[in-house]
T-cell receptor, first 110, second 113 residues
Framework: DGGITQSPKYLFRKEGQNVTLSCEQN?????MYWYRQDPGQGLRLIYY???????QKGDIAEGYSVSREKKESFPLTVTSAQKNPTAFYLC?????????FGSGTQLSVL | DQQVKQNSPSLSVQEGRISILNCDYT??????FLWYKKYPAEGPTFLIS?????DKNEDGRFTVFLNKSAKHLSLHIVPSQPGDSAVYFC????????????FGTGTRLTVIP
């Protein structure tokens, strides 16, 4: 069954801690994206990768890092530098300008 | 600066009636528009799209209308069903690549049985 898998569904971060959100896709899409959704706001682009071993900053990249060592995987690390990390994080890949989203990870700060 | 705006954060409609969700944009360079539907704690799913060379696109109960001169598009759902209750995001694309995709803030639709 093709799709995008995000894990975990819920994640808690302690102050000063880095946490990594997983995103895996088996759609054979080249491009992958990370978005952040806050209540009452649209999706904002954090990072994107159009090909393996390459990625670009989006609109709100500060406090985040990514890697793209494999086509299928695009993990997002929320670093301690991100002062307001509580949000719903969505990973996506795209085909013909249509984005396919994972089911999201809700990150909360303890 | 929000280039894509959905000014109604919520909308309630009776089952069987028409739902009209509105979206305005400011950048005349947008040439492709999409609507996504999102249930709580899930990722958005693609619903319908329209190219700027068209003014209407229909898919079953869903129709999107585009008024380029007014920089306005709308999504019509007829007839509305309780399962349509979700948050609807409008998105606009400039050029190619989803990194050039801009999302609105969403409208929460509630269809009342």
């Amino acid at each position: 069954d093709g799709g995008i898998t995000q894990s975990p569904k819920y994640l808690f971060r302690k102050e000063g801690q880095n946490v990594t959100l997983s995103c895996e896709q088996n759609l054979n899409h080249d491009a992958m994206y990370w978005y952040r959704q806050d209540p009452g706001q649209g999706l904002r682009l954090i990072y994107y990768s159009q090909i393996v071993n390459d990625f670009q900053k989006g609109d709100i990249a500060e406090g985040y890092s990514v890697s793209r060592e494999k086509k299928e995987s695009f993990p997002l690390t929320v670093t301690s530098a991100q002062k307001n990390p509580t949000a719903f994080y969505l990973c996506a890949s795209n085909s013909n300008e249509k984005l396919f989203f994972g089911s999201g990870t809700q990150l909360s700060v303890l | 600066d929000q280039q894509v705006k959905q000014n109604s954060p919520s909308l309630s409609v009776q089952e069987g009636r028409i739902s009209i969700l509105n979206c305005d944009y400011t950048n005349s360079m947008f040439d492709y528009f999409l609507w996504y539907k999102k249930y709580p704690a899930e990722g958005p799913t693609f619903l319908i799209s329209i190219s700027s060379i068209k003014d209407k696109n229909e898919d079953g109960r869903f129709t999107v209308f585009l008024n380029k001169s007014a920089k306005h598009l709308s999504l019509h759902i007829v007839p509305s069903q309780p399962g349509d209750s979700a948050v609807y995001f409008c998105a606009a694309l400039r050029g190619t690549g989803a990194n050039n995709l801009f999302f609105g803030t969403g409208t929460r639709l509630t269809v009342i049985p």
